[in-house]
């Protein structure tokens, strides 16, 4: 009789601790770890976000990305990458997968699910690192902000989007799109009187924000669609 062939369960591995796999638990702002360490993991977001940050050999800081939950970070190690190029601390309370590197390289060598979910992980952000870049080039800061905030919603992802973004600061976001604080303030106010968010300690992204991206002409002649 032949055996019967066993599916392999990425959500269940992802899901739990094992041989090489620890699920560890983070307050915001605790570092998950830091630039110049030891590259010996991969890690996967179960719960949470997590910002990415580099500091150049002059000490200024620079955020490269926010991860939220079900992505990986840290996939570096897989490469001929020894040390951190980056430092990872947690922006909200987070929850995490430490996936050692032998774990990780086993699973995508034996498992062709798995495999092919890591991959389009991979191509997902470097496609988005690629529109980063086009946003930094070509865009008004305006428009950046407005497509960060959409990001950070989860907006054109396949999940619901969250709508609600964790508490994060205007020097985050600043940072983030390569603006000044006061700039992102101005924004941010200009976007609360349209209707395309709500701002009061926390920030709630409405579908509306895509306006900002998808036309040319100034937000404040689309504040009528953005009431209906």
Known sequence: MARKKVTFDTKAFLGQ???????AKYRKDQVIFGQGDAADAVFYVQDGKVKLTVVSPQGKEAVV???GSGEFFGEGCLTAQRRRMSTV???????????EK?????????????????????LTRTIRVEADLVDQLFNSSEKRLARLLLLLANYGKDQKPDRIIAKISQETLAEMIGTTRSRVSFFMNKFRRLGFIEYNGHIEVHGSLMNVILHEESPDRMSNSAQR
Request: charge should be positive; charged fraction near 25%; aromatic fraction near 4%.
């Open 17 to 23: 601790e094992g041989k090489g796999r620890r699920i």
């Open 65 to 67: 990305t926010i991860v």
């Open 89 to 99: 601390k947690a922006l909200t309370p987070c929850t995490i997968l430490r996936l």
């Open 102 to 122: 032998a774990a990780i390289s086993d699973v995508i060598d034996k498992q062709p699910s798995f495999s092919q979910m890591f991959i389009d992980h991979l």
